[in-house]
Structures are given as structure tokens and as C-alpha cells.
């Protein structure tokens, strides 16, 4: 979403920006270092100051990430909303079962049939958005979800056992991706990838249109767009990213079980943009961070905090996982509360605020 | 001579209820301006619904009745379809894209040109109305009703329509602010050679800018003709001028 406000003189220097952009680029290229060798220059880490967080949790929520950026982008551009995207990741999932696990296809390439199925899912998901608006839409994917898992189901059961369906070991070439650092020097270009994706498609021609047609559809069509069209394409496309994630997201548990895909994992990503900002990019990254990685930090402090005494550590330590969801959750509500517009939607309105300060004094 | 707008015998209805309109008839030269007036549901924007291929989105359907434009009938048409046509239209609330620029907006409206041809048209809606140039970088839900308005022309202006329908364009606005755009659109229809039809609820200011007047009354056609001639009869001087019921008060 773009917020067009005067393009203020915000820290215009060149030299800084890139500055800026460096140091970005260090950190992230540093961190799979950082958690797993747990120690800075030397200097060891306790796993409090990592805030409870591994590698692995940094890939998965990676991999989410590309489920919340695709969903932000359906909401923000098209101002659809599904509950459908739980779907699309397991459509991705059976999709890379059946190229992959029993063609045998390399994993690019179980990527790619990923991709296409995932849009061609889409499409036909989106069908009802020609007909249904507002929650009559959000139902029909809703529906959607329940085909799709039973079909899932049905699919394992057919051609793998309760067990689940296993995958293969994911290579490029001969680069196996037999390690978490790995996996993440792999997922973290194509997140950014994915992201300056959209974040450009939103300045197309076609973006613009989606974006009008969010705000009035009627004043789209007056002005030459056919928004059945688009609603749909804006669907399958958004779809074929979820569905990268579900293929990317059994590969990386090389197991995966319909049973994965249920409604909660469904209602996650819509948690996820509603906490880092509806319709928004950053949003989504955000989000999908809080999401996956607060639940650990909250575990990590509650297993510390049992450290200490008696009754205090009772209650901590032996009802940890009984903890972490009532905080997560009283956290999720504040942040609601407090910030409806999320996350990101707080900060551009501090960064706001903070602007018109400075320009009065 | 073929009309730029002819519908003749037009009947529209919505869902199960009566006639929105009924057997209207109206006809828009080459180049020529003609006013709607009417009061609240009479059907005004129902006719231009009709003419814009927008109704089916509303739950309405036409009954009878043809819809000509430069000759050729638009029944059926999709009404996105209709902008490649010729068609321009600046819809009733104004519906700029909020949270889209100024420049944003105006490209959505261009995004049926050629992209040779983008920056041109908007620098020549920029020449009608320089405030748009002033704001073109700012969220277009952060203009005044006024500059909301242009924008809203502005992007009807883009692709040089043939037929330019302008529904409300004086709602909700101060007077010389109205009277400022309806100097640039009178500009527009002159230069451009466009025919326009304006629907508005200021009788004396679309009396004014329009040659030809209709008065639309409960979906029905009640008086047609030359703005002079409609400006005078009794009907439009007691419903939309005031002027007799003025006398009476005073």
C-alpha cells in the first residue's frame, strides 16, 4: 500500500542511505553464523541473549513469510481477503508429493509445477469472486480449504500411509540443501526476491489498476478496467506464491501430513497481517516474524523465569506451553487494541508524528 | 446526421420493483452540452448508469430501448469496454482512488492509452488544472473536495473522451469552486469537440452551461428543449429555480 504523503527530506543523503542498506545486508548475511555458532566475535551468547531463537525457526519463518507477503498482497491490492491460503500451501505440498516424491523431478523444477498449480488453484478459487463479495467471498475460501485438505488426505492415503509423504532431499544442482545455514542463504534471496516482486508489480499499470479497484470498483470500471479479469489474476498470482511456500515448506520438514494444513494454519497468516498491518508489505514480513518467532522468546523467558523459586517455578515451568498461549495472545489483543493498523501501520504514524514535531520546532 | 448520444425509449428496472425509468428518450449532438435536471429519484443516475454499461453492477436491467452511441448500439456492452469507445465519465462522490497519488490516479485513467501517448494526456490535464500539478506526489484521499473533483475530471479528461457523461459534479462543493471547474469543462468541450451531458441538482448553473436541458420527473421525460426555453417554464422555474416561489415568500 502507498502512503504518497510530500516526499519529505527524510535522511536524504546518498552515502548514508547505502550506508544503510550495507549494514541490512552484513547482519542478515551474518546471522545463520550468529545462531548457530551462538557467540559474537568471539564473545559467547547465552541462549537468552538469542532470545530462545534457532536457525531452523529463522527458515520456517521464511518460509511463512512468503504465505503472509502473498496474502497482504491479495488484501492490499486487490482487497480480497482468503482463508484460503492454508490451501494453497498444501495444493504447493501435494503438487512437489507428486513431481517430486513420485516423478522424481530436481527441485527447481518441483518449484516451478508448484508455482503453476498453485495459480491454476487459484484461478479456480477465485471464480467465486466474480459472483460473491466481502465475507460471502472469505466463506467460499473457506470452503475451498476443506476441499482441498480432504483432497490432500485422500492423496496420502492413496499413494503414503498415516506416516505422511515423504520428500526428497532438496538440491540445486549439486548444492544439497543438507543444512539450516544452507536452506537460509536459499530462502532468504528468494523471500526478497518475492518481495521486490510485488512491491514493483504494485507500481505496473496493472498494479495501479488492482489498487483502484480495491478503492471503487465502479470508478475502476469507468475507467476502462475490467476488474473481473483482474480480481482473478491478482488471485492466481498471489495463490502461486502461497504455493512456492508449500512445496518449499514440505521439502524443508521432509515429512509432511494433510493433518499440517488445518484451519489454524489457515487463520495464522490472516494473525500474521492483521499484526504486522493489513495490506501492507512490510506488514506481512513483520507479522509473519512476530508470529513465529514472539511464541519462542515468551518460552525462553518463562523457562528462565523457572529458574528462581518455589511456586513461581511451578507455575512456569511445568504449565510452560499452557503459558505461552494465553501471553501470545494477550499480546496479539494489545497490539489490536492499541494499534489497529498493526505493526508497521504504528510505526510510519510515530515516524509521522515525530516529523511534524521537528517541522514545528 | 448520426447523434454522439441517441436513446430512445429507454425502460430500466431493478430487481423486482417498478420502472426506474420509463420510455426516456434524449439525444446529445456532436459536440453538443446538454443538461439532466431532476430531483432525488428520478432517475438521473440511473439513465447514466445505462449509458455507462454500469447498471448490471447495481441489479438493474434494461427492459426496452436502445442506446446509441456515434451509431452504434452499446446495449450489452461491457462497460469497461466502453472507455476504448470514447466514453468518459466522472462519476457521482467523485470515487478518486484514495490512497493512490494524484499521479496515480490520473495513470489509472490513462491505462487504456498507448504508453507513447501517457505522459502528454497528463501533462495536458495538468495545464486544465495546475493544482494537480502542484499535489501530483500526494494521496489523492488528501485533497480538498475541490481538487477531489479535478482529480476526478481530470482523470475522465485523460483519454480525450467523445462522450463525457459528469454526474453531480457540484455536490457538496463551494460555489466558486464549481464554477471554477465548470469553466475548464466548458474549455474541455470546446477544444476537445466533446459532447457532454451533465446531470446536476444546480438547475440555474447546468441551465447556464448546457444548450440543451431534460427534466426528468419519476423515470419519466417531462420537458425537453433549448436551456432558454426549459429555464422558463413554469415547472423548472418553481421546482429548480425557486423564482415563483420566491415571489410568493416575499
Known amino acids: ?279 501492507s508489505l512490510p506488514g506481512a514480513v513483520v507479522g509473519a516474524a512476530v508470529w513465529l518467532l514472539l511464541p519462542s522468546i515468551i518460552n525462553g523467558l518463562a523457562a528462565q523465569a523457572g529458574d528462581t523459586t518455589g511456586l513461581v517455578r511451578s507455575m512456569l515451568f511445568d504449565h510452560k506451553p499452557q503459558l505461552v498461549q494465553p501471553i501470545f495472545g494477550s499480546v496479539v489483543i494489545l497490539l489490536l487494541i492499541f494499534a489497529p493498523w498493526g505493526i508497521t501501520g504504528m510505526v510510519s504514524r510515530l515516524q509521522a508524528k515525530f516529523a511534524a514535531r521537528r517541522a514545528k520546532s | 446526421m448520426t447523434q454522439a448520444l441517441e436513446i430512445r425509449d429507454l425502460s430500466v428496472r431493478y430487481a423486482s420493483k417498478g420502472l426506474a425509468l420509463d420510455s426516456v428518450s434524449l439525444s446529445i449532438p456532436k459536440s453538443g452540452v446538454v443538461a439532466l435536471l431532476g430531483a432525488n429519484g428520478a432517475g438521473k443516475t440511473t439513465l447514466i448508469r445505462a449509458i455507462s454499461g454500469l447498471l448490471p453492477l447495481h441489479g438493474g436491467q434494461i427492459v426496452q430501448g436502445s442506446i446509441q452511441m456515434d451509431g452504434q448500439s452499446v446495449l450489452g456492452v461491457p462497460a469497461h469496454t466502453l472507455v476504448r469507445r470514447g466514453l468518459g465519465q466522472v462519476p457521482e462522490g467523485r470515487l478518486v482512488f484514495k490512497q493512490l497519488s494524484v499521479e496515480e490516479n490520473l495513470k489509472v485513467g490513462a491505462a487504456v492509452l498507448p504508453r507513447a501517448t501517457e505522459k502528454e494526456r497528463l501533462d495536458g490535464v495538468y495545464a486544465l488544472f495546475p493544482r494537480l500539478l502542484e499535489r501530483r506526489r500526494q494521496a489523492a484521499g488528501w485533497l480538498s473536495g475541490g481538487e477531489q473533483q479535478m482529480l476526478a475530471l481530470g482523470r475522465a479528461l485523460v483519454t480525450q473522451p467523445r462522450l463525457l457523461l459528469v454526474d453531480e459534479l457540484s455536490l457538496g462543493l463551494a460555489p466558486l469552486i464549481v464554477s471554477a471547474i465548470y469553466k475548464q469543462l466548458d474549455l474541455v468541450g470546446k477544444t476537445l469537440g466533446a459532447s457532454i451531458l451533465v446531470v446536476e441538482q444546480n438547475a440555474r448553473l447546468a441551465l447556464n452551461f448546457a444548450a440543451t436541458a431534460y427534466v426528468l420527473e419519476r423515470g419519466r421525460i417531462t420537458l425537453s428543449g433549448p436551456s432558454e426555453e426549459v429555464a422558463l417554464s413554469a415547472v423548472v422555474k418553481e421546482s429548480y429555480l425557486g423564482a415563483i416561489k420566491q415571489e410568493r415568500e416575499a
Do not use: C
Request: glycine share 8%; net charge positive.
Open chain 1, 1 to 279: 500500500m502507498t502512503h504518497n504523503v510530500d516526499s519529505s527530506p527524510r535522511a536524504g543523503l546518498p552515502w548514508a542511505r547505502t550506508l544503510r542498506w550495507l549494514v541490512a545486508v552484513a547482519a542478515l548475511v551474518y546471522l545463520p553464523t550468529l545462531l548457530t555458532e551462538r557467540q559474537i566475535f568471539g564473545y559467547a551468547l547465552s541462549n537468552m541473549q538469542l532470545l530462545n531463537i534457532g536457525l531452523s525457526q529463522v527458515n520456517l519463518m521464511l518460509i511463512t513469510m512468503l504465505g503472509a507477503l502473498s496474502l497482504n498482497y491479495l488484501t492490499g491490492s486487490a482487497g480480497l481477503i482468503s482463508i484460503g491460503h492454508a490451501a494453497f500451501y498444501a495444493v504447493g505440498a501435494m503438487s512437489a508429493a507428486i513431481t517430486g516424491s513420485q516423478w522424481g523431478w530436481p527441485f527447481p523444477a518441483v518449484l516451478v509445477a508448484a508455482a503453476l498449480s498453485g495459480a491454476l488453484a487459484g484461478l479456480f478459487a477465485g471464480l467465486p469472486s466474480l459472483r460473491v463479495r466481502g465475507l460471502y467471498f472469505v466463506l467460499s475460501t473457506f470452503a475451498l480449504h476443506y476441499i482441498v485438505v480432504f483432497i490432500f488426505m485422500e492423496y496420502q492415503f492413496k499413494f503414503f500411509d498415516v506416516v505422511g509423504v515423504p520428500y526428497k532431499a532438496a538440491e540445486l544442482g549439486s548444492w544439497a540443501l543438507n543444512t539450516p545455514t544452507r536452506w537460509y542463504f536459499f530462502l532468504l534471496p528468494l523471500v526478497v526476491a518475492v518481495y521486490w516482486l510485488l512491491h514493483n508489480s504494485l507500481r505496473t499499470r496493472e498494479g495501479r489498476a488492482m489498487q483502484a479497484m480495491r478503492d471503487h470498483e465502479l470508478a475502476a470500471t469507468a475507467n476502462g478496467i475490467d476488474v473481473r479479469i483482474l480480481r482473478l489474476k491478482a488471485f492466481a498470482f498471489s495463490s502461486s506464491i502461497a504455493a512456492v511456500g508449500g512445496a518449499l515448506y514440505a521439502y524443508y520438514l521432509t515429512n509432511v501430513t494433510s493433518e499440517f494444513f488445518g484451519i489454524q494454519f489457515a487463520i495464522q497468516f490472516i494473525a500474521m497481517i492483521i499484526i504486522g498491518g493489513m495490506g
